[in-house]
Every structure is written in structure tokens, then in C-alpha cells.
């Protein structure tokens, strides 16, 4: 079964993946302002569209687009802003 | 709203998104065997797992798997063998 979370009341959608590349989210994001907490360390791929990323410890926000990527160490958090439908992919450790 | 469709009795879900790349589709297909058709020229890029794909009028399949990426014309239909959890994001024209 696959499984769709749904995150702020549903401008964030992301489906669960497991295989050989290990746990993933592949999700969307609708334009908006989003702040998001890791339990464990997140690779963050942005597919398409564009997220301006605040990472932990950072004062600015630095753009992630166009198979860009980054990385949060579990137990942060990070601030996101999306100005158009932008889809990514989480891999979890 | 973000749109999450189903298909093949939810072995296959995909989200719909409108960006600045254009329109596509980006989702998760259980292992399993597919046939797909098209109603416009697709664009596949396979971003996790891996998908064996006979392409229209091709006898043999082939394996598309970490980033890679094939096209499928309008109107034409095509076989996919998936044998994991497999992401992919496909672009419409």
C-alpha cells in the first residue's frame, strides 16, 4: 500500500518510499512559508521549482533549485519558503 | 489543492504539479507490471529504483534507473516492469 501524508492542512503532500536507496519522501509543496523539524538526518533533492532554505545555525536564506540539494541533521529544524509548486525528495538516515 | 492520483488499485500514486518547468506528474509505483498510455508526449525521469520499459515498437526491454530518463510520444503506449519501491517524475508536453 502506498502511503500519502499530508502536511499544512494540505499545501505539503508527500508519498513513503523504502527501497534499495533506503527511506524517502518524494513530495510537493505549494507556494507558502513552511518551517519543518528532523527526527533523523534528512538529504533534501529539489526535482522542480524552487525552495528558499533558512538551514539551522544560518542567518540568510540560500536557494535550492533545479536538482539542488541540502542536508539537515536530525533534531533541527529549518525554515522553507516556496513560491511555486516545487517537488523534492527526502532520504532519511 | 494538491491533487494525489491513483492507479492499478493504488500500486501506483502520483501528485500533480503546475510549475515553471510545466506540467507534470511526479509519483511512486509499487513492484509490479504496468502498461501505460499516453495523451501526450511524456518526459520520464526516474529518480529512485528502477523501471524496465519496452518503448513503442521496441521488442526488448530496457533499465532506467538513477536519473535516467526516457521520452514516450502522444498516443502510444508502453510496458513497465518495476521490481521496488520507484520514484519517478514525469513532464507532459
Redesign the interface.
Known amino acids: ?2 502511503k ?1 501524508n499530508e502536511y499544512f492542512s ?4 508527500s ?1 513513503a ?5 533506503g527511506e ?1 519522501t ?3 509543496m ?1 507556494a507558502g512559508e513552511y518551517k519543518f523539524s528532523t527526527s533523523k538526518k534528512e538529504f533534501m ?1 529539489v ?3 524552487q525552495m528558499d532554505v533558512k538551514l539551522p545555525g544560518e542567518s540568510e536564506f540560500k536557494s535550492f533549485s533545479n536538482h539542488g540539494s541540502f542536508v539537515v541533521e536530525a533534531n533541527q529544524s529549518f525554515d522553507v519558503i516556496v513560491k ?4 523534492y ?1 527526502c532520504r532519511y538516515e
Open positions: 500500500m502506498i500519502v494540505g499545501n505539503v503532500k508519498i518510499v523504502q527501497n534499495s536507496d524517502q518524494v513530495g510537493v505549494k533533492f526535482a522542480s521549482g511555486e509548486d516545487t517537488i525528495i
